[in-house]
T-cell receptor
């Protein structure tokens, strides 16, 4: 089944404790992206990647890192999480930057 | 700055009423336009998209949207809504730099 998977689905952590949210797709898509969804703000793009080893900043990249060492995986790293990063995070992929994005189920992160 | 605005934060309609959700964007270059829907507890999924050609595009479940370039608008319409259309609707724009910008979303509640 074609899908985008994210882990974990729910995470509660404390300020400053490094964490990684994994994202994997099995559709051989070149384009992958991370978003955060906050009430009243919609989805805001954090980082995106056009292909392996090619990443670029979205609208809200501060406090986040990404890597794209393999085509299928695009982990989101929070080196030192803060409470303002409490949010719902979505990973998405598409066959190119112009095509339909397929979204993962979301990761709800709470930073205390 | 590039942005996407949606006219209504929350819309409440009775079944069989007509729907129009407004979307405007601010970006002067070539754009690809999307409407995504998020049903309660589900992933975001594509309703329809516009890349080029006929500015009136048809999507799934009887939805359609019209791209009016001079107005920087991409409004979503459905002639007769059903209770099952209750969801959050997001307009999105992909810029020529491959960034994707989402609007803040419109929550639609359809009353049986």
């Amino acid at each position: 089944e074609a899908q985008v998977t994210q882990n974990p689905r729910y995470l509660i952590t404390v300020t400053g404790k490094k964490l990684t949210v994994t994202c994997s797709q099995n559709m051989n898509h070149e384009y992958m992206s991370w978003y955060r969804q906050d009430p009243g703000l919609g989805l805001r793009q954090i980082y995106y990647s056009m292909n392996v080893e090619v990443t670029d900043k979205g609208d809200v990249p501060e406090g986040y890192k990404v890597s794209r060492k393999e085509k299928r995986n695009f982990p989101l790293i929070l080196e030192s999480p803060s409470p303002n990063q409490t949010s719902l995070y979505f990973c998405a992929s598409s066959s190119s930057g112009t095509d339909t994005q397929y979204f993962g189920p979301g990761t709800r992160l709470t930073v205390l | 700055a590039q942005s996407v605005s949606q006219h209504n934060h929350h819309v409440i309609l009775s079944e069989a009423a007509s729907l129009e959700l407004g979307c405007n964007y601010s970006y002067g270059g070539t754009v690809n336009l999307f409407w995504y829907v998020q049903y309660p507890g589900q992933h975001l999924q594509l309703l329809l998209k516009y890349f080029s050609g006929d500015p009136l595009v048809k999507g799934i479940k009887g939805f359609e949207a019209e791209f009016i370039k001079s107005k920087f608008s991409f409004n979503l319409r459905k002639p007769s809504v059903q209770w099952s259309d209750t969801a959050e609707y997001f307009c999105a724009v992909k810029t020529s730099y491959d960034k994707v910008i989402f609007g803040p979303g419109t929550s639609l509640s359809v009353i049986p």
